[in-house]
Nanobody, 123 residues
Framework: QVQLVESGGGLVQAGGSLRLSCAAS????????AGWFRQAPGKEREFVAT???????YYTDSVKGRFTVSRDNAKNTVYLQMNSLKPEDTADYYC?????????????????WGQGTQVTVSS
């Protein structure tokens, strides 16, 4: 079992940066794949980025070159560094985890979820 707690959301102007953190419980978290998803009001939850247990990363096209996902297994924490933020990045951001090494981009591939953290980018 893994419990996830996100932090780091907030209000930022367009072009600014935020770093989201996802702290996980459980001594085996280093063997999990961790992902970030976001959900804007009235829209479905969408994939943002993922990092496998071995450090391989994947991104949705709209954030490539602006967002970076990383993990510190010693701290049981996954990060999402978000740069050059745009108003369309505004959403609730969720951390997710799975024991599946290559779960893909569907939320259905992840069994563990945090409560979410809100990111608002003003124009």
């Amino acid at each position: 079992q893994v419990q996830l707690v996100e932090s780091g959301g907030g209000l930022v102007q367009a072009g600014g940066s935020l770093r989201l953190s996802c702290a996980a419980s459980g001594r085996t978290f280093s063997t999990y794949t961790a992902g970030w998803f976001r959900q804007a009001p009235g829209k479905e939850r969408e994939f943002v980025a993922t990092i496998t247990w071995s450090g391989v990363t994947y991104y949705t096209d709209s954030v490539k070159g602006r967002f970076t996902v990383s993990r510190d297994n010693a701290k049981n924490t996954v990060y999402l560094q978000m740069n050059s933020l745009k108003p369309e990045d505004t959403a609730d951001y969720y951390c997710a985890a799975t024991t599946d090494h290559y779960p893909g981009s569907s939320p259905n591939g992840y069994g563990y979820w945090g409560q979410g953290t809100q990111v608002t980018v003003s124009s």
